[in-house]
């Protein structure tokens, strides 16, 4: 189980909400989630440094090195052996109903070291329970070809029947040299209003898979031909 993974099932689910404005659809929901004003937004778990905010340089990542093309000029990168953040927002309005997520950011990390950072985020009910979980990472050496830079992941689904809140955590780990070289920057989470099949077409559906039921039972019974 990796350090994130860790702290969402180490009973941290039960901190309190921050507070956050309207959520809307097709509104990055992650505040900050590209460093450029530092690291408001996000918050350090107990026993925990949070991450840094730092310059696109020679020190961590070049600009002409691999990245976001409209990647500011800040990034995120660990501080310590573990680094860790997170943020909450309420859904408000929008829980009850049908809803995609489109989760995406940038990852990274030096040369061959292994230090990685990832983005988890949990789907809370209105008990503070996880119910479902998305996640991106960790970026390590071999996915990034060696070279030090950060690289696009994404991941989408559907949206938990019953989520009220969400969580993200964002975590660095250094498993390698002295500084902690989780990298992250352009992180983003959109809701999206999941369509929904109309009472004729959801009939329709059912009657066909209905039809592909019969048809494979039909064949299993099928005698042999002499």
Do not use: C
Request: hydrophobic share 40%; net charge negative.
């Amino acid at each position: 189980m990796n350090t994130i993974q860790k702290l969402a099932f180490g009973g941290l689910l039960s901190l309190a909400l921050g507070a956050h404005a309207a959520v809307q659809l097709n509104d990055n929901l992650i505040v900050n989630g590209g460093a450029e004003s530092g690291v408001s937004g996000w918050l350090a778990f107990d026993g925990y440094s949070l991450f840094q905010s730092v310059d696109y340089g020679d020190n961590w990542v070049k600009p002409t090195q691999p990245g976001p093309v409209d990647r500011g000029s800040k990034m995120f990168a660990g501080v310590g052996e573990r680094s860790a953040g997170y943020q909450t927002v309420e859904l408000g309005t929008l829980a009850g109903q049908p809803l995609r997520y489109e989760l995406s950011g940038w990852l990274g990390g030096w040369l061959a070291q292994q230090d990685n950072a990832l983005l988890y985020v949990s789907f809370l009910d209105q008990t503070q329970s996880e119910i479902g979980y998305a996640m991106i990472g960790p970026m390590m050496p071999g996915d990034r070809g060696q070279q030090t830079g950060l690289f696009r992941l994404a991941d989408s689904g559907v949206l938990p029947m019953g989520t009220t809140s969400l969580m993200f955590s964002l975590s660095m780990e250094r498993l390698s040299g002295g500084d902690n070289d989780g990298y992250a920057d352009n992180l983003s989470f959109v809701l999206q209003a999941a369509p929904v099949p109309e009472p004729a077409s959801a009939w329709l559906a059912l009657t066909g898979l209905g039809i592909v039921g019969v048809a494979a039972v039909l064949r299993q019974r099928r005698p042999a031909r002499g």
